[in-house]
Each structure stands twice: as structure tokens, then as C-alpha cells.
């Protein structure tokens, strides 16, 4: 009798564990359920530590919402506890709360997410919560004690080897704030956390910068690489122990001001020079919303300061105090030799600004990427595009919106498409006026 020829193998089947790790990385967790059922080899792959290091739980809108599923989000929270000890990052992102009960449901998960870490997890480097809103009716008051004593608890028991820290949005109090920010050195005097984002982190309309606790509180942090913080924190004090702490790490200092936060204090310009003298690696990154009168600008923006990103946005707000004029001929060009980023989200229809804007735009030698949401001609995006062709900059991103007709904006394309297509990110759009 013939003997059975053995069917054929896949070349899959004798892939080596590092690339069905590297092809198994990029798999969801519902095509990774379904790679797990197809041999016992690929059901050994997917235990690897390595594919549970980062993982991201989305907590799901209305339940009416189009976007509702349930099931992958089910999935996402039982992956995360069955392999939390190899969980290194760790990334929460919220819906708009809609109900008390949304709040009290996510305040539940949490709990049993946290316990469960705690007891399975001592890995953790990186953790981002954004956008709490612990300040928003919805949460009762009850509700919202009990989540930030539980958040407490587990800053606590992973501070040993918390890296990265991104609580945007909290909005929670004063004392409240401070005690997570405690719970990262309760062991000892200080903690290993490099970066952290605390934008939006405390309620509005706080004088966080006059705070001794406040003070108190970020003298425990001696290793920043990056802070983000809102202008209201902003202080000769904070700047001084920046200075004294973390100026031989500190690389990235981003600062939001907002006209909802206090932002009339005064910083000298000691402090700051100070600081950019001892901290060489340094650069920093300012966000104005609905802060563009120009003394205010002048006040808070010091020609000292390595700024590499400035970003100027309205809030969809007109105000005839917002004259930009002197901003780009008198107080911007002061960072043209450090500036990289440039965006403008501006309400000028009664201030034309395009040769102003173009001038600086030319004038800032680094500078790679520019968006501007305002009321500027066609012809702006024309002679932006016919410098960088002949090399006056060297941008990369243009993200441009017009008051002129679409037809003008395509011949432009056309007249410009070897560049737009082979060196550019560009958009432009057209915005008539009404």
C-alpha cells in the first residue's frame, strides 16, 4: 500500500516566538481571540508577556450611541486582569458622562481594576486618565470622595516605578489634587516620576501659584523630563525649584493659559532666566485660549524663554480688544530662533494680517509646521508656497484656511503640486465671508 503523504504545513507553523509576538502586536483583542483558537502554538504566542505590556480600555458612551460595544470593551478590561502582571501602560479614556449612573458605573470598574492591579501588578511605568471632570454635577459628591481615595490608594501602592503620570481634565480641588500628587512619594521625600501632565488638573479660577501646599507638594519632585502644568500654577516659586530639582533633566515645559484661570500674577524675569541657564536641554511650549491682548501676552511671554511651540486660539470668541498687529511685529519675533510650531485659531475679520504673518512665518528659520484657522486671502497661501520653493523656510506642515473661493485654492495645488505632494503636509480650505 502507498503510503499517506503528511498534508503540507503552513510556513506559519514553524514562524519563530519573536516574529508571532511581533505579528500578534498588532491584532485587536477580538482578532487575537480568534488567532488563539487556531493551534496550541499560536495559543502559546499570545501569552507573551510582551503583547500585554500597553494596553488602552475606552469606556463606552450611551448605551444609544452608534459607536456603543459593549463587548470590546468587556474584552479590553478582562485582557488587562488576566495579564496585569506584565502591564507596564496603562491608558483610561472617558465619554462625556451623561448620567450619575454612568459615573457610579465607571466608579465600580475602577475599583475592582485597581484592587486587582494592585495585588497582580508591579510593573506599572505609565498611567493616563484624561478628561474626569470631577468638578461636573454628575458626580455626586459621595461618588467622587470615594473615586479619588481609590485612585490615592493605588498611586500609592505603584509610585515605586510610576514613570509617567497624565491626570488632564481631573478638575479636582486644591487638597484633593495635592494628595494624589502626594501619594508619589508617601514612602520617602521624593519619587520617581519624570513625566507628568497636570493641565486642567485643579478646578478653574484657582490661585494654584500663591498655594504653600501646592509649593510644598512639587518640591518632592526632583527628576522632571516633562511638566504640563496651567499658568495659574506658574510662579517664581515653582520655577525656582524646577530650577533646583530637576534642571539637569527637565526637557519640556508646557504651559495652557486660559481665560478662565487666573493669570494676572507676576513672574520675574530672574526666575526664568534662572532656569534656562541651569536647565541647557530645556524648551517649552505655551497654549493661549482666550488670553490674546497683547500686555497680557507681554506679561506672560519673556525673550528669555526657548519656546518652541506657541499656540494663539480665539474660542470661536470675537473681541475687539484682540488687535494681533503688535503680537507678530513686536513680541513673537523675539522666539524666531527657537519657534517650530506655529498655530492660529483667530476671529480677525476686521484686521487683515497677512503680510505681518507672512513676514514673521519667514522670519523664524526652525520653524516646520503652521496651521492658521483665521480670515487671511488666497494670495497668503500662494506666497507662503512660492518662498518655501525657493527655500526661504523649510516647513513641512501647512494647515491653511482661506476667505476665497475653492477654484483659486486648486489652481494653486495645481501650480504647486510637484512640492505639495513630495515635501508638504498641506491642507487648505476655503471659508467665505458671510
Not at 101 to 118: E, G, K, V
Not at 324 to 341: E, K
Not at 398 to 419: A, P, S, V
Request: hydrophobic share 40%; charged share 25%; glycine share 2%.
Amino acid at each position: 500500500t502507498e503510503e499517506k503523504s503528511e498534508p503540507e504545513q503552513s510556513a506559519w507553523v514553524y514562524l519563530p516566538d519573536t516574529c508571532l509576538s511581533h505579528v500578534f502586536c498588532w491584532l485587536d483583542d477580538k482578532d487575537r481571540v480568534e488567532a488563539a483558537l487556531v493551534c496550541k502554538n499560536w495559543s502559546r504566542a499570545l501569552s507573551f508577556g510582551s503583547l500585554w505590556r500597553s494596553r488602552t480600555i475606552t469606556f463606552c458612551g450611551q448605551p444609544s450611541s452608534p459607536s456603543f460595544d459593549e463587548s470590546e470593551f468587556v474584552r479590553a478590561l478582562w485582557f488587562t486582569k488576566k495579564f496585569s502582571k506584565y502591564l507596564r501602560h496603562l491608558e483610561v479614556k472617558l465619554p462625556n458622562f451623561y448620567n450619575t449612573n454612568a459615573t457610579q458605573n465607571f466608579l465600580i470598574i475602577m475599583r475592582d481594576l485597581f484592587s486587582h492591579l494592585r495585588k497582580c501588578n508591579r510593573r506599572l511605568e505609565f498611567l493616563s486618565i484624561e478628561h474626569l471632570g470631577l468638578d461636573c454635577p454628575i458626580w455626586k459628591s459621595r461618588s467622587r470622595a470615594q473615586f479619588i481615595r481609590i485612585l490615592a490608594q493605588f498611586l500609592k501602592k505603584m509610585s515605586k516605578h510610576l514613570k509617567y503620570l497624565n491626570l488632564k481634565g481631573a478638575r479636582v480641588s486644591l487638597e484633593d489634587g495635592c494628595k494624589l500628587l502626594n501619594c508619589l512619594s508617601w514612602l520617602k521625600c521624593e519619587n520617581s516620576i519624570s513625566k507628568m501632565n497636570i493641565e486642567d488638573f485643579f478646578h478653574t479660577r484657582l490661585h494654584i501659584h500663591s498655594s504653600t501646599l501646592f509649593h510644598q507638594t512639587m518640591s518632592k519632585f526632583h527628576n522632571l523630563v516633562t511638566l504640563t502644568v496651567n499658568y495659574n500654577c506658574v510662579s517664581d516659586e515653582l520655577l525656582d525649584m524646577l530650577r533646583k530639582r530637576s534642571a539637569h533633566s527637565l526637557c519640556t515645559l508646557n504651559i495652557k493659559c486660559h481665560s478662565d484661570d487666573p493669570h494676572q500674577q507676576l513672574v520675574s524675569r530672574t526666575s526664568r532666566t534662572n532656569l534656562v541657564e541651569r536647565a541647557p536641554k530645556l524648551s517649552m511650549n505655551f497654549s493661549f485660549e482666550k488670553v490674546l491682548k497683547h500686555d497680557h501676552l507681554a506679561r506672560i511671554l519673556e525673550a528669555v524663554m526657548p519656546i518652541k511651540s506657541i499656540v494663539l486660539r480665539n474660542g470661536y470668541v470675537s473681541n475687539p480688544a484682540w488687535i494681533m498687529m503688535p503680537t507678530f511685529t513686536n513680541l513673537l519675533p523675539a522666539y524666531c530662533h527657537t519657534l517650530q510650531r506655529l498655530t492660529l485659531e483667530l476671529r480677525n475679520n476686521e484686521e487683515r494680517l497677512e503680510n505681518e504673518l507672512l513676514q514673521f512665518i519667514l522670519s523664524c528659520r526652525r520653524l516646520l509646521f503652521v496651521k492658521v484657522w483665521a480670515f487671511l486671502s488666497v494670495t497668503f497661501v500662494e506666497k507662503l508656497l512660492q518662498n518655501r520653493a525657493r527655500g526661504d523656510c523649510i516647513l513641512t506642515t501647512i494647515h491653511q484656511e482661506t476667505i476665497e473661493e475653492d477654484r483659486l485654492l486648486c489652481g494653486i495645488y495645481r501650480k504647486f503640486k510637484n512640492l505639495i505632494d513630495s515635501e508638504l503636509d498641506y491642507f487648505a480650505i476655503a471659508c467665505p465671508l458671510a
